[in-house]
C-alpha cells in the first residue's frame, strides 16, 4: 500500500508563514504529479497548487505570489511554501500524487492516484 506522509500543519497568525511536506512511503509508486488541495469548513475541495515531475506547476488564483510549490523527484516529495497567510487560507491541506506503481518485478505498470490523511491550517486575524 502507498502513501503520503504528510507534516508541517499548525496554526499561525494572519500575514504568517508555513511550511507543508509531504513523502511518498513507498519506491514501488513513482508520482508524475504531486500537488496540495484543501477543504474548508463546508465548502468543497480545491486545488492550491500541482508539479509536474518535469518541473511545470499550477496555482489557484488565490494562492498565486504568497504560495511556491517545490518538488524532489528523487526523494519522491512535494513541499508547499505559504506566505503572506489570510483567513481564507484556513481549511484542511491534503496532499495528492498521481503516478505509477509497479508492485513486483513481474508487474505491468498501472495507474494510481493517492491522498494523504491532511494537515490542519489554521490562520488566526
Known amino acids: 500500500q502507498v502513501q503520503l506522509m504528510e507534516s508541517g500543519g499548525g496554526s499561525v497568525q494572519s500575514g504568517g508563514s508555513l511550511r507543508l511536506s509531504c513523502v511518498v512511503s513507498?519506491?514501488?509508486?513513482?508520482?508524475?504529479?504531486m500537488g496540495w488541495y484543501r477543504q474548508a469548513p463546508g465548502k468543497e475541495r480545491e486545488l492550491v497548487a500541482v508539479?509536474?515531475?518535469?518541473?511545470?506547476?499550477n496555482y489557484a488564483d488565490s494562492v498565486k505570489g504568497r504560495f511556491t510549490i517545490s518538488s524532489d523527484n528523487r526523494k519522491k516529495t512535494v513541499t508547499l511554501q505559504m506566505y503572506a497567510l489570510k483567513s481564507e487560507d484556513t481549511a484542511v491541506y491534503y496532499c495528492n500524487a498521481k503516478g505509477t506503481i509497479v508492485p513486483t518485478i513481474e508487474s505491468a505498470p498501472r495507474y494510481l492516484e493517492v491522498w494523504g490523511q491532511g494537515t490542519l491550517v489554521t490562520v488566526s486575524s
Open positions: 513507498r519506491s514501488i509508486f513513482t508520482p508524475n504529479a
Open positions: 508539479i509536474t515531475s518535469e518541473g511545470s506547476s
